[in-house]
């Protein structure tokens, strides 16, 4: 299962698990020290229903964002050519 990095909400990192309909939070204390926001992680829901990060997976943060930047390149391709 993979998780989003999403912001930092007081002293609570946010995380948004693909997939799943809740948002989970971790206090910033748990977080490694190199995260950024957008990074992605393998992670678990352990029993209590708490967000356990056990990877950080840098390729799929890469993956996403060029997913994304060639979504937006479309979007305003074809915004363009519309008003063509």
């Given at each position: 299962m993979k998780a989003v990095f999403e912001e930092i909400n007081g002293d609570l990192a946010v995380f948004i698990v693909d997939n799943i309909?809740?948002?989970y939070h971790l206090p910033t204390a748990q977080l490694p020290s190199d995260i950024e926001i957008g990074d992605v992680f393998e992670v678990e829901i352990t029993k209590d229903d708490q967000l356990n990060l056990l990877?950080?997976?840098?390729?799929e943060r890469i993956r996403r964002e060029q997913t994304a930047r060639a979504k937006r390149e479309a979007l305003l391709k074809r915004s363009q050519n519309k008003k063509d």
């Open positions: 309909q809740k948002i990877n950080n997976l840098p390729k």
